[in-house]
């Protein structure tokens, strides 16, 4: 398989290459040239499989030759076994044919694991074949840093370096990232917010040579490819145990950089059957305004209860675009141009196939506690943030009541207390294989708000060895 840029004027590359490659060089994101479509006929053969081998299905032709199957199976059996459920995805259900699907049964009890964990793995393994050495550079407000270090800790070709905001993540969050061990592993407290950490890492992307030309810079967000192929799975795995492909299914997605609902998006090309998408955003409602609105405009950045989705552009947008704009990478060139400056309206015709398949609401952080207080009392099921964003947004933008209703749980609310302390309720247990985390040792460095304050700390462990 070929993956191409969203703006058309970089080298298509194959697996190997967008698994190593973070923006395009054109400053587009990869997208796979064709996708896979299966009839309802192979969909349905699936529905007795197991997570790892129904991933196995979906992902194998995604990676072309890079992998050989039987080292892909293991590779991927391996990393469901991590997960603290047998089902892997199980669903809970809440109501008549609405559902949450648990996508934070992971190490790191975020849905990220999903992907992290297995992304890890790839690297390690293409890494290793070419006798290459890489450096990861990523910046966190939370989820994305501690599944990435859980994720690439054993590689030995792997140097990672997370940097979150200093004082600005919760507790739990922190420790999660701090408290793992690796010689490869490096935590940095940076005195600044996210998006200061952001751009540090967006400036190593476009001028990497304070490496030397001897290591490469991988992405570990989800502008890298290989993390939207892993979330496709649990659509299908969803589906399936509802009584797809032969019924449809509504999902709604607690929102931030349109990674998680694009993979949506993709597992109903891929021929499941998906009535609708919405999309469920906090505060931070530059899609809910895109869609409903026909309204592109940035705001400044709001911080809510739900820290993982406060984002002010959400990247994988883009990919979206590319398939509406008729997939003409020089017609996209001129859109994100034009995104990136100034408030923006889609051609009519072009909004009206969005809305085909995507609705979308906001949910503000009065209604994000009154939704997990109203969902505990009616079942006594505790929703992170995050996860009650999504329940709202189904309830308030459902087509039609007979297609089963599935919100996407993207976190364990242990990882969120103050909203769930802000709804009037007790804060949960922290899972078993974390319950000494509070005891563990932390490990991290504080740094200056300075690129080569950054670049410097990264070559000094990089090449000590
Ligand atoms: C990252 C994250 C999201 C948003 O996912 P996107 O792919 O960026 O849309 C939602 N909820 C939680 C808990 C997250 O960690």
């Not at 973070?22 to 529905?47: K, M, N």
Request: glycine letters at 6%.
């Amino acid at each position: 398989m070929k993956y191409i840029s969203t703006r058309g004027q970089a080298p298509a590359l194959e697996f190997e290459d967008v698994l190593l490659t973070g923006l395009a060089s054109d400053g587009g994101l990869y997208v796979p040239e064709t996708l896979p479509h299966y009839s309802l006929e192979t969909i349905r053969s699936w529905r007795d499989l197991p997570y790892d081998q129904l991933a196995f299905k979906i992902i194998q032709p995604f990676i072309g030759g890079a992998i050989d199957d039987a080292t892909l199976q293991t590779m991927l059996t391996e990393t469901y076994a991590g997960f603290g459920h047998k089902a892997v995805a199980p669903l809970a259900q809440l109501d008549h044919n609405e559902y949450v699907l648990e996508l934070f049964q992971g190490p790191t009890l975020a849905f990220k694991d999903f992907a992290l964990q297995l992304l890890g793995r790839l690297l390690d393994h293409v890494l290793t074949k070419r006798n290459e050495k890489a450096v990861i550079i990523g910046a966190t407000s939370g989820d994305t840093g501690s599944a990435a270090i859980e994720g690439c800790k054993h590689s030995d070709h792997l140097d990672i370096f997370i940097m979150h905001p200093n004082n600005r993540v919760s507790e739990v969050q922190r420790k999660q990232m701090t408290t793992i061990k690796g010689d490869n592993v490096f935590n940095l407290a940076v005195e600044g917010n996210f998006d200061d950490c952001q751009s540090m890492v967006k400036a190593c992307f476009a001028d990497q040579a304070f490496l030397k030309g001897e290591r490469r810079l991988v992405a570990v967000n989800s502008i890298n490819w290989a993390r939207i192929m892993a979330q496709v799975v649990y659509y299908f795995y969803a589906s399936l145990n509802l009584g797809g492909p032969d019924r449809e299914m509504a999902f709604s997605v607690p929102t931030g950089n349109f990674g998680d609902i694009f993979a949506g998006y993709l597992a109903k090309k891929m021929g499941l059957p998906v009535k609708q998408l919405i999309v469920a955003t906090n505060q931070n409602d530059i899609l809910h305004r895109t869609i409903s609105q026909n309204k592109y405009e940035k705001l400044p950045l709001a911080h809510t209860l739900s820290p993982s989705m406060d984002i002010v552009v959400s990247s994988n947008f883009e990919r979206l675009l590319f398939d509406v704009y008729g997939r003409e990478g020089s017609a996209l060139a001129n859109l994100m141009d034009k995104m990136n400056v100034e408030t923006v309206e889609l051609d009519l015709e072009k909004m009206a196939s969005v809305r085909e398949t995507f609705d979308s609401h906001a949910v503000n952080d009065s209604t994000t506690c009154d939704t997990i207080k109203e969902v505990y009392d009616d079942t006594g099921y505790l929703l992170d943030p995050h996860t009650a964003i999504g329940v709202k947004a189904a309830r308030e933008c459902r087509r039609d009541a007979n297609v089963p209703m599935i919100t996407l749980g993207t976190a364990h609310p242990v990882k969120f207390t103050e909203a769930i302390e802000k709804a009037g309720l007790e804060t949960p247990a922290l899972p078993h294989h974390l319950s000494d985390l509070f005891e563990r040792e932390e490990r991290y460095d504080v740094i200056a708000n300075e690129l080569h304050a950054l670049q410097a700390y990264v070559v000094k462990h990089v090449f000590s060895e």
